[in-house]
């Protein structure tokens, strides 16, 4: 159909710009949801705020299928290696929402049971502030991102160099 | 007072009329435990150890063991309590199914070995955790990274041991099973376990044969952060706890703590905590509905169900500030008056959710496919169900009519008029219907509070507890003091230890508290609905089919950040 559209005209562009473009709008999700965090993702998915309008609604729970980590709610020490092996299971290029006060930062549970912000673990790309964050705040998270991964270029592995508190040194 | 018996025995233990606790010896508390099961205590609320290092008032030995038990016509509870010489002691678990989680939980917080119990090991804090976090000596900030997850073979070795499928030799090994059964993993990330619960299952073919479950993934201090935090400063913690009906936490704490202090509400505040009780209820009930229904493959009913808890947001944050952590409760009444205009907005939020609920409730009610997978899938009897302190709408599904606002009326509740839903198998459709007719039953009681709202002031008057106004802060050196004291030291609660518990939406929610007479309370333990029904999980999945176990987990309604805390 496109072809037809487009007659004899010719498009040129980089392969870079033309992948991206199309990764923008098609963001799959895993939300790695633990607590109140999760609930206030369920409104973003939800009717009112629709995440579908930014391409980004199919919601999958399979690591290996999703291309956006969200983390949502708080990451104990217990909780840790999972979260570990569930972004190591992601294909690249990937992207991290860290969502929230505690995912960040632990927020106000400094503890000795819950991490202080995920990024000891895993690399993060967007941190979202509140304590849950509004829906609003997710979707501008998302636009970042979205933004962002006009950087990626299949020339070169960005990101890899990351070591976390549980990789193996 | 119905313990007559228990009270009569021990001449020489100290009974307290307030806090209904009755002091006994060490060598008399087990005794003691199985004597009041015997005079009708079979619904056993929480056990859990006092450390009593550093205490304000010196005590006989540096542990005490508690009991709380609630009489099985659940008016009258009573709590027994004794000091250990060393930190052991017997275990319950033979009386009470719900006592197996809740030992292994006082193990694991404060080290205190459980004789004779099945299992005694680690249940909130990872495997690899060294020391006990509860105990005063352990530092708050301290720690500890875990780099495995937990192997649950051996545990599934001793339940299936349990049920003839292996057998252990002379060393202690156990066999290959009997069956060619599957070991499977649902969760801790898997949609229907929220992220937080494994589910660790034996399958032949389609059946679940055996279930161990492990918990503690969104374990999050909240015990040990209360005893470093001002009594105001715990609100925001307890939103966290239930965090699909934040206020009801709220409410729940706020309440015991006033009863230490021991003040009276003014009428508007009451009346005004049991609104937004009420349409916490509501809102808790239809996510839970939303969830359970998709995980059971009926989509259309999340959309219908989720739009009217998103108007009831918006309401919660013209009135809080917050859409879902609310921190609307304060010691002494509350952070804000209603605002202009409120009766409207909920007016039209009772229709809506009138509306969602009624068209969700439509497409499933005569549904057959929805009654195929629900009708008589993982039920559990009424006697199981009390053992294992399962309360709310799921007690209430097994047939056990017991709601605290029925059964021990505070606030208004007794002046209200409203029916308790009781279903009658205790299987996923009853757990179901039930949610969905007290959300009717709670909109009821809206509706006869709207209007009736009456005027006067929405907190105490009493400066030790309630901040003054801004303009004496600003305009006086009284004021100025005052503020400074209450937000520095806090509300000062007289020494005593008191447990108190109102009817969350999941069930009895309770604060076991002990005060030290300073602004922070020496401990503070959570009686925990979601906590003790997700100890029934293994019991009313084994048997059933895998599909099946993933609807049983949703129609529990387990809330995570109220069951690991």
Redesign the interface.
Known sequence: MGVELLGDAVITTRLDDAVNWARESSLWPFVFGTACCAIEFMSTAASKHDISRFGAEVVRFSPRQADLLIVAGTISYKQAPILKQIYDQMPYPKWVISMGACACSGGFYDNYTTLQGIDDIIPVDVYVAGCPPRPESVLDALMMIQKDLHKESLSKDIKKDFVGRLDDV | MTFNKVLSDYKDAVYDEKSHTLTLDEKDIFEAVQLSYDEGGEFLLDITITDYLDYIIPQVSRFALVYIIRHKHFKDYIILKSFLSEPKCQSVSHLYKSADWLEREAYDQYGVVFENHPNLSRI???WQFQGH?LRKD????????????LNLMPRMNERLFDMGLVSRDDKGEYSEPSKDLMFINIG????AT???IRNFCAMDGETVIANVSEI??????FE??CENHTYNQII??TD?LD??SATTNNVAFAKTVEEMLDVELPPRAIAVRVLVMELSRIINHL?CLA?QLVDMGALTN??YL??PR?SS?KFFSKLTGA???NSYMRIGGMSYDLYEGYEEDLQQIIKEIEDGVGTARSLVEHNRIFHDRTQNVCPISAEDAISFGLSGPNLRASGVNFDMRDKNPYYLYNELDFDVVVGSVGDIYDRIMVRFEEINQSLRIMKQLLGNVPDGKICVDNPAIILPPKQDVYRSIEGTMNQFKLIYEGVKVPAQEYYSSIEATNGELGFYIISNGSGYPHKVKVKAPSFTAMSAYSSMVEGSMLADAVLNLGSINII??EMDR
Do not use: F, M
């Open positions: 909130l804090n990872h976090p352990y530092p708050i900030t301290k720690g500890q990274y875990c780099t495995d997850s801790p990330s898997h949609p929220h992220g937080t503690g993934y969104l374990h999050r201090g040990k952060s925001p913690y966290r965090y699909c996510v969830a999340y959309w989720y739009n998103e947001y859409r879902l952590t995570a950040g």
